[in-house]
């Protein structure tokens, strides 16, 4: 059992910057790959970044990279998000998830349906 909880959600101008962090509890916790999640209204949950157990995988949607960086600690039990050059579309609901199955090197999981732990989802909102 993982129980995540979500933090540094808030409202920036466009162009500015936030940093999301998922706290989790759980012995599994470093042997979980990692993702970002966001939800704006009316939209479907779409997969913002995931992260593998070890670290060095990673995977970035389209829209943000370049602009946002999936890391995690594992001494820490903790991922985070880094966003930069935020946009008003940046704007939703984000939610941190764990995926409970020991994926192969190297395998990354995108669809929300993989996971099978999530936090209760931090606002992030930006203004233009």
Same mark, same amino acid.
């Not at 593998?52 to 990279?65: E, I, L, M, R, Y």
């Not at 395998?107 to 203004?127: H, I, K, N």
């Given at each position: 059992q993982?129980?995540?909880?979500?933090?540094g959600?808030?409202?920036?101008?466009?162009?500015?910057?936030?940093?999301?962090?998922?706290?989790?509890?759980?012995?599994?916790?470093?042997r979980?790959?990692?993702?970002?999640?966001?939800?704006a209204p009316?939209?479907?949950?779409?997969?913002?970044?995931?992260?593998s157990?070890s670290?060095p995988?990673?995977?970035?949607? =389209?829209?943000?990279?370049?602009?946002?960086?999936?890391s995690? =600690?594992?001494a820490?039990?903790?991922?985070y998000?880094q966003?930069?050059?935020?946009?008003p579309?940046d704007?939703?609901?984000?939610?941190?998830?764990? =995926?409970?199955?020991v994926?192969?090197?190297?395998?990354?999981?995108l669809?929300?349906?993989?996971?099978?732990?999530?936090?209760?989802?931090?606002?992030?909102t930006?203004?233009?």
């Amino acid at each position: 059992q993982v129980q995540l909880v979500e933090s540094g959600g808030g409202l920036v101008q466009a162009g500015g910057s936030l940093r999301l962090s998922c706290a989790a509890s759980g012995r599994t916790f470093s042997r979980s790959t990692m993702g970002w999640f966001r939800q704006a209204p009316g939209k479907e949950r779409e997969v913002v970044a995931a992260i593998s157990w070890s670290g060095p995988f990673t995977n970035h949607a =389209d829209s943000v990279k370049g602009r946002f960086t999936i890391s995690r =600690d594992n001494a820490k039990n903790t991922v985070y998000l880094q966003m930069n050059s935020l946009k008003p579309e940046d704007t939703a609901v984000y939610y941190c998830a764990a =995926d409970r199955t020991v994926r192969a090197w190297g395998v990354l999981p995108l669809r929300a349906g993989e996971y099978d732990y999530w936090g209760q989802g931090t606002q992030v909102t930006v203004s233009s």
